[in-house]
Structures are given as C-alpha cells and as structure tokens.
T-cell receptor
Framework: DAGITQSPRHKVTETGTPVTLRCHQT?????MYWYRQDPGHGLRLIHY???????DKGEVSDGYSVSRSKTEDFLLTLESATSSQTSVYFC????????????FGPGTRLTVL | SQQGEEDPQALSIQEGENATMNCSYK?????LQWYRQNSGRGLVHLIL?????REKHSGRLRVTLDTSKKSSSLLITASRAADTASYFC????????????FGGGTRVLVKP
C-alpha cells in the first residue's frame, strides 16, 4: 500500500462521540486525501491537503474536519459522529496534482451506532 | 455527484474470457485513470491515459479514450480468477484542481 497506514482499522462508536482517524505516510508525498466509500456512491472526497497546514474541502465535507501538522500525518475528525457517517474511510496520497496517480491506504471501517 | 459512471455495474465471466467495462464522464479532463479494488482492500492504480492519448496497454489491460464521446473503456484479456474485483474510473480535469472524481465502479466476477 505504498507506505500508507491508517489507524484504527476498525472502530465502533456511539452517536455524538468524537472520532479521529489517522493516516500516516512514509513517502513524503505532498498531497493527502480523505475519501468515504458507501454502497451506491463510489468514493467521495471529504477533505484534502496540499501541504502542511494547507487543506481544502471536498464533495462531502459537512460534519468532518481535518488537520495536517506535519507532512506524514493527516487526521480526519468527526466532531460528533452520526449514523450517516458509518462508512469505510480511505486515505490516499499523491506526489503531484490530481493528474497523478493516487495511492490508497487499507481503509478504516467505522460504525456509528 | 459522480463525474464518471461505469457500465455495467456488475459483470460475470468465465476464466479465460475477456472483460470489458465502460466509463462515461461529463466535463473536460486532463486524464482518466482506472483503479482496482479487491474486497476489503484499498484501491490500486492500474493505468492512466491522458486526454491526448487514444489507447494504452499495460500487460493484459487495454484502455481506450474517446474525448469526443467523453467515454473510456477498460478491457481485461484472458481473465483470471484473481481479476475478481471492483474496477473504478477516475477523472482529473482542469476544473478539478488537485482532485480526482471517481465513478461508482463495476464489480467483476471471474468464475474458475
């Protein structure tokens, strides 16, 4: 998985609780992305980062925040988890722009009860 | 909204047969990429074709791109059971900034 790890790999939480997912890369790539994957919707971009402390919103950013304090780590936070945020979350990295290949992590399966 | 839409949504073939899936998109692109996802795993990049290219090959994969029809096809020749996976197209365009937009995917089952 091109030097990308995600933690945790599985998490079950309750509605209203905060949740933080971590993506860690060892490739020193500039761009990092958070996607969610749901049946019938494919992959949808939540947030992405184009450098340390530089982030922007994606297609489905409501209810999510991100932070990137160093090149190798990109955190996704659900401030108050809802059942609609039950999903599989993927992190991806890219050395260049979106025109370049993206490399994906193994995913985090999140269940919000 | 999805930029790319794959067709068919699901495909079942016998080992040794060819598998063809299509991707249609709506806006101008710089390139189109195909990814594979095995069950429970992350996506793996297969091939990238730029907007000025019409066809590209990689091993048993053949990708075509028709920008006038805003469509692409992925052909897997002589399929194997290990090709069983979901396949996604993704587009990057001049209006997309640093982002790719993924389609909903085609699930391919290769029966031994």
């Amino acid at each position: 998985d091109a030097g990308i790890t995600q933690s945790p790999r599985h998490k079950v939480t309750e509605t209203g609780t905060p949740v933080t997912l971590r993506c860690h890369q060892t490739e020193n790539h500039r761009y990092m992305y958070w996607y969610r994957q749901d049946p019938g919707h494919g992959l949808r971009l939540i947030h992405y980062s184009y450098g340390v402390k530089d982030t922007d919103k994606g297609e489905v950013s409501d209810g999510y925040s991100v932070s990137r304090s160093k090149t190798e780590d990109f955190l996704l936070t659900l401030e108050s988890a809802t059942s609609s945020q039950t999903s599989v979350y993927f992190c991806a990295i890219s050395s260049g722009r979106a025109s370049d290949t993206q490399y994906f992590g193994p995913g985090t399966r999140l269940t919000v009860l | 909204s999805q930029q790319g839409e794959e067709d068919p949504q699901a495909l079942s073939i016998q080992e040794g047969e060819n598998a063809t899936m299509n991707c249609s998109y709506k806006t101008s692109i710089n390139n189109l990429q195909w990814y594979r996802q095995n069950s429970g795993r992350g996506l793996v990049h297969l091939i990238l074709i730029r907007s000025n290219e019409r066809e590209k090959h990689s091993g048993r994969l053949r990708v075509t791109l028709d920008t006038s029809k805003k469509s692409s096809s992925l052909l897997i020749t002589a399929s194997r059971a290990a090709d069983t996976a979901s396949y996604f197209c993704a587009t990057g365009g001049p209006d997309a900034g640093n982002k790719l937009t993924f389609g909903g995917g085609t699930r391919v089952l290769v029966k031994p």
